[in-house]
């Protein structure tokens, strides 16, 4: 049985996505036309792509039709109640990044945190005899963070689009909705409460734990979280290349010690070629220490991937399946 | 998940049989309403629970998850709803159960627009006795409390409006009430954010207070924002420079704890409450005659108050009762949960008149019975 990737065809998230995907060595070919919702990634036989919104990609995830996905942490818990039952994270992958939170219009000046809101619930209940009505399609998180502060008379009105509109236009007095800048809801005269951020939501990279994982699905998740991870780690490091006679144990305890470099290949060759790799931050710092060590040359370079034994994300995605 | 079964036991007619004879009229509401009506009544806890579908047109409907909402506002909506009148039913519920059918039988009766509150409690109380015995011969445990007790001791220490709304809406949540009474004590710590301005407010004649914060927030061009007018939000407003003027007295919070720490039969904690409330010199003498009264009359239908349980601090898990709660228990344990339910719910039937543009006060009190529990009860299932 194949493993069913799925990657999201549209919406904000599409373009961090791709970079994403052709950075890991995983770009997808697309099937026949841009209509077509199923593609293929070149080196790897037994997965298949499947191109879905963010939304359904959790819902898919949660229903185990799909394998791994890219996909909002906002829209993992909307999709399920228990979403650690269903599904794990493997990574968060630092796009997309946005907040939920809750909005209500400006001119409520006695509001500032979730107990002023809670006052206010119940105040209006007994004023006008009907619950205070919250518009969002965060039902799930809606519901679990105002049960957590406590707040029992409201409603939710589900929305599918436009959200801060909602309070203007007088279908709702509050809402939850996910936001960057926060331009959109002062556009509407809205502000979040103090205490008011539900989840800061980023795309993670997800494993449903209800799909059918045979050995092949297995094989081609190692494969593929392999490069993700590779990718990852490269990222994290320069390589820095030079050759001296002074390169000695001493001086490289002294690298490790003050810039944190690794030496992935051990240490100086007897030519005394050396190869480090270094936090991008304190290269300039290391290619000044160790000329003044006798280095005459220091070259530095972008790395694609380090490929290491280990493949963490892989033993994340083991780890959660065997646990029942 | 066990398959769901709508079928009616032979003990089942018999309740119904036996309601038929006590005067109570079979209600048959239709399965579907308006999802609208419930979420809004019920609230978000139950409403996640729904079994939602929609109309032709798009409006969104629900089977119905109790009878009581649909009973009412078949009575409400009908030639007699300024009438006193008896109703029963039973039939398929449907809910979101874990790991259990979603579809299953309730009975119960409902006692609607009778303004002799404590006599309808009595009786709902005597015929839910006398219906679970069709069930079972084992015991059963009465459980009593009344959410107009807690109500009328906070409203007697003169608490600020924002606490005493905070209290009763934490009345039915014992970690949140026990927080809400710890911070009671304390005094005033650090002050709203608009503290200067509160300040200078505070003490000042309210009427004008109003009307100077009203004018600041129309000068902003605010008007009616979010279903919270002006006036609306300039009350509130005022009212935290009230909450910023200090905590509750410590031996007033010793009260409050004494009262909610009240667990015995029915008759001592009406005497207990009575001492308590004049040693503090709390005036909650009306809630506690309504209590004596409703005791006396269940002593007269013959219900034995000895073996009863009563607590202040019982309440159940919705929001809209207001004076008696009650439940029967299975004593032999067999059947986990409460046999049968139920309470006065004066506030759902105003939220529902208030839906329907009725001006008209509905007292009501009812219980609905687990016809599949009261099976396990006696033996049976």
């Known amino acids: 049985m194949t493993l069913v990737f799925a990657i ?290 220091v070259s530095v370079m972008e790395l694609d991937y380090v490929f290491g034994k280990d493949n963490p994300l892989y033993e994340r995605l083991a780890a959660s399946l065997a646990r029942s | 998940m066990p398959t769901a079964t709508t079928s009616l036991s032979a003990l089942d007619i018999s309740l119904a049989a036996l309601l038929a004879e006590a005067g109570f009229v079979r209600a048959e509401p239709p399965l579907l309403m308006p999802a609208d009506l419930v979420r809004d009544l019920v609230g978000e806890a139950l409403a996640r629970r729904l079994y939602l579908t929609t109309d032709a047109d798009g409006a969104e409907l629900c089977l119905r998850p109790d009878y009581t909402i649909p009973v009412v506002q078949a009575h409400l909506e009908g030639p007699n709803a300024r009438e006193a009148a008896a109703y029963s039913y039973l039939g398929p519920v449907f809910r979101h159960r874990a790991g259990m059918a979603g579809e299953f039988n309730q009975a119960g009766i409902e006692l609607l627009g009778r303004t002799d509150r404590e006599a309808a409690d009595a009786e709902v109380i005597a015929i839910a006795l006398k219906a679970a015995r069709v069930y079972t011969d084992g015991p059963l445990q009465l459980v009593l409390g009344d959410v107009g007790i807690f109500l009328s001791l906070i409203n007697a220490l003169g608490l600020p409006a924002v606490w005493r709304r905070r209290l009763a809406k934490d009345f039915r949540r014992s970690g949140m009430l026990a927080d809400d009474l710890r911070r009671l004590a304390e005094p005033a710590a650090q002050g709203p954010t608009h503290a200067g301005l509160l300040a200078a407010l505070e003490g000042s004649d309210p009427k004008a207070a109003r009307e100077l914060v009203t004018d600041l927030l129309s000068i902003a061009g605010i008007t009616t924002v979010g279903g919270r007018s002006a006036a609306d939000i300039a009350e509130r407003f005022l009212e935290q420079a009230a909450l910023g003027s200090g905590g509750l007295a410590a031996d007033k919070v010793a009260v409050v704890e004494q009262v909610l720490g009240l667990d015995t039969d029915p008759v001592s904690a009406e005497a207990q409450l009575r001492e308590i409330a004049s040693r503090a010199g709390l005036d909650m003498t009306a809630a506690i005659n309504r209590l004596a009264e409703r005791n006396a009359l269940l002593v007269a239908a013959g219900v034995d108050l000895s073996a009863a349980k009563f607590s202040t601090r019982f309440g159940r898990d919705v929001d809209y009762y207001t004076g008696l709660v009650f439940e029967i228990h299975d004593g032999s344990g067999r059947a986990g949960k409460p046999l049968v339910g139920g309470g006065r719910y004066d506030r759902l039937t105003d939220m529902m008149t208030a839906k329907l543009g009725l001006d008209l006060k509905v007292p009501a009190v009812g219980c609905a019975f687990w016809v599949e529990r009261l099976a396990v009860a006696g033996g049976r299932a």
């Not at chain 1, 107990?115 to 619950?131: E, F, G, K, N, P």
């Not at chain 1, 029992?152 to 007095?173: C, N, Q």
């Not at chain 1, 993670?204 to 494969?223: E, G, N």
């Open chain 1, 8 to 297: 999201p065809s549209k919406g904000r998230i599409l373009e961090a996505a791709q970079g994403f995907l052709d950075r890991s060595g995983l770009k997808p070919v697309q099937g026949r036309g841009v209509r077509d919702y199923r593609g293929t990634i070149p080196g790897l036989d037994h997965v298949e792509v499947a191109f879905l919104s963010a939304s359904d990609i959790a819902r898919e995830l949660v229903a185990g039709n799909v394998h791994l996905g890219l996909t909002g942490l906002d829209l993992m818990h909307e999709a399920t109640p228990e979403p650690e039952d269903r599904l794990v994270s493997l990574t968060p992958l630092g796009f997309s990044r946005a907040d939920v939170v809750v909005a209500v219009p400006q001119a409520w000046i006695d509001v500032r945190t979730m107990a002023d809101l809670d006052d206010v619930a119940s105040q209006y209940r007994a004023r006008h005899r009907t619950r205070m009505r919250v518009a969002t399609k965060y039902l799930n998180l809606t519901r679990s963070f105002f049960d957590r502060h406590g707040i029992a008379d409201y409603r939710i009105v589900e929305s599918a689009g436009a959200t801060e509109g909602a309070p203007a236009a007088g279908a709702a007095e509050l809402i939850v909705d996910i936001t960057t800048t926060g331009a959109t809801l002062a556009a509407n005269a809205l502000k979040v409460l103090d205490d008011g951020v539900i989840m800061k939501s980023e795309a993670h990279l997800v494993a449903s734990r209800t799909a059918q994982w045979s050995d092949r699905a297995l094989a081609s998740a190692a494969d593929m979280l392999d490069r993700i991870a590779s990718e990852a780690r490269a990222r994290k490091v320069k390589e820095v290349r030079t050759r001296f006679r002074a390169a000695d144990d001493g001086v490289l305890a002294e690298a490790r010690e003050r810039f944190g470099v690794e030496t992935p290949f051990g240490g100086p060759t007897s030519s005394g070629m050396l190869t480090l790799h270094c936090p991008p931050k304190a290269i300039f710092a290391l290619s000044r220490f160790l000329r003044e060590k006798g280095a005459e040359t």
